[in-house]
């Protein structure tokens, strides 16, 4: 019954706080438009190969293209539907810069350390557990090149908010699962595979600890 009455609610909240162009997308909302913003600064003036793992629509390639840009992408996707969409929007690129492949995020099909830069955004909370969060981390430590780096985020389960929306989020939407963890449940997944976290960035909320979304940008020494 709630999720009869919230469903609409909710869907008409992203539906508002979500960019003019993406209105109607599944991955577009406030939150996930400064995510993929922020990436973008974190990524600026690097090039070589990019991969977005849980690439959706491709919203994230639409931010960070600009002329002149000399990042080859790849987005992979476990969703035909979506990779579909993809392709749609960015028919016009051309077809050596970017890429759409059905893949899954536990098994990437690509070499070790193959991948100057390694992402995976506004996608590990929809994860039933923990456990397929940590084997895309490992993949993504996998496939990542010495000299690159990855970048994730964090729905952060210190800060109340997420934490109440994602443990009743039966209330609101019976469909999905939703799942927040602290920063250190996930960095020290690459922390101990040799990495450094480079830069985390709060989104939300000021203070790093308490923000909703935590950004994380890590590499090596």
Excluded at 66 to 76: A, D, L, P, Q, S
Excluded at 113 to 132: G, L, P, Q, V, W
């Amino acid at each position: 019954m709630f999720s009869k009455i919230l469903r609409p609610l909710t869907d008409l909240v992203r539906h508002i706080l979500s960019k003019p162009d993406e209105r109607g997308d599944l991955t577009s909302d406030l939150f996930r438009l400064k995510i993929r913003g922020r990436v973008k600064q974190l990524i600026k003036d690097n090039n070589g190969f990019l991969l977005d793992i849980g690439c959706g629509e491709g919203l994230l390639f639409e931010t960070i293209s600009t002329k002149g840009n000399m990042i080859r992408c790849v987005g992979i996707d476990t969703e035909h539907e979506m990779l579909e969409i993809a392709n749609e929007r960015f028919q016009g690129m051309k077809p050596h810069s970017l890429n759409f492949l059905k893949a899954h995020a536990q098994n990437l099909p690509f070499l070790d350390k193959s991948i100057d830069i390694a992402i995976c955004i506004n996608t590990f909370y929809n994860f039933h557990t923990k456990d397929d969060v940590v084997e895309v981390l490992e993949e993504m430590e996998r496939v990542c090149k010495r000299d690159g780096f990855i970048i994730f985020d964090v729905r952060n389960k210190i800060n109340p908010l997420v934490y109440l929306s994602f443990k009743f989020v039966w209330l609101y939407d019976t469909q999905v699962t939703l799942n927040a963890y602290s920063l250190s449940e996930l960095t020290t997944v690459l922390t101990s595979r040799g990495m450094v976290i480079k830069e985390t960035v709060p989104i939300g909320f000021p203070i790093t600890m308490f923000a909703p979304i935590i950004l994380v940008k890590a590499g090596y020494q």
